[in-house]
């Protein structure tokens, strides 16, 4: 705490991202792709002019938004893009949940979006998930000023089909409905279909797991131009320029890549369902997932003890300490040999 805080800057309670360690560990803690990104980023780096850098980039990210409504069958105008979609993310609570009525959420999703609300005094209600960790949509049809949920859900890995989103969306009409794609790459059900249909619909994704771009920044939002345009307001009320020249280049030379992003995909998906049985064998309950992590607990070891004697394996892992969810394990799905390593470390620590 310090005097010079505003008083708003002294209430808020920052996320706390999952630990990027300095040891050598094996990283199953932050749902990174463990692929690495397109090999044709290296030629895109190796040709690119650095004495462009003079300049400042184009405020619209044109060639980007482009790109992306190529890859997603919309038109450049319904994409928005932003330093992550964490940014975007921000953004989008700002531009639309800012509103009388509170925002609804899950219970159980991602922990930023808690955090967005305090940041904008945003009123907001939770809605528990239902008794098999799955989003229970109905819970929604409350009177709101928003509805905000990842899909496929995060840390439990359940998605729903588009049809079950389209179906509430015929309910909800008079809020944004914000649906979170971060996860949809391995195996969920994309409702950017939907947009076409329903004005209110906005979805966001990054390329930060399954384009393997952590390290890049690149976030975006799709949904119609009214949305597009709101989220612009804000943020050119912020910064102008969210996307930087080599970032653009750089997820431009991915979104053309789509065989490597594919195959990528695929293997994590593959190695998932390999661990689950594993896991499975040794009495973890495993949630379903659609997702790049697996959300699993054992009937006789606590989470906690779990977590750490993994980490003393040198295997990091996430544990989220917080009610319903402390005797779970969040594991992100790494190589086929990282995932040997965690299979055979948990079998000696049972
Ligand atoms: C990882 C994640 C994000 C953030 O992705 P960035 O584009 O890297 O900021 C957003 N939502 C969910 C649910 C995530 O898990």
Redesign the pocket.
Known sequence: MSQFWSPAVRALTPYVPGEQPRERLIKLNT?ENPYPPSPAIEQVLQAFAVGHLRRYPDPESLALREALAKTHGVEPEQVFVGN???EV?ALAFQAFFCQPKPLLMPAIS?S?YPVYCKLYDIHYRTVALDDRWQIALKAFDADNGGVVF?NPN?PTGHGHPRQAVAQLLERIIESVVLV?E??VDFGGESVVPLIADYPNLLV?G?L??GRSL?GL?V?YAIGSRELIEGLERVKNSFNSYPIDMLASEVAIASLEDESHFKACCEQVIATRERTRQQLEAMAFEVLPSQTNFLFVRHPRHSGASLFSGLRERGILVRHFNKDGLSDFLRISIGTDDEMGSLVEALQAIL
């Open positions: 749902n992550g979609s964490d993310l991602y930023f990842a995060a979170d971060a996860y966001a990054t930060s797991k952590a920044r976030g």
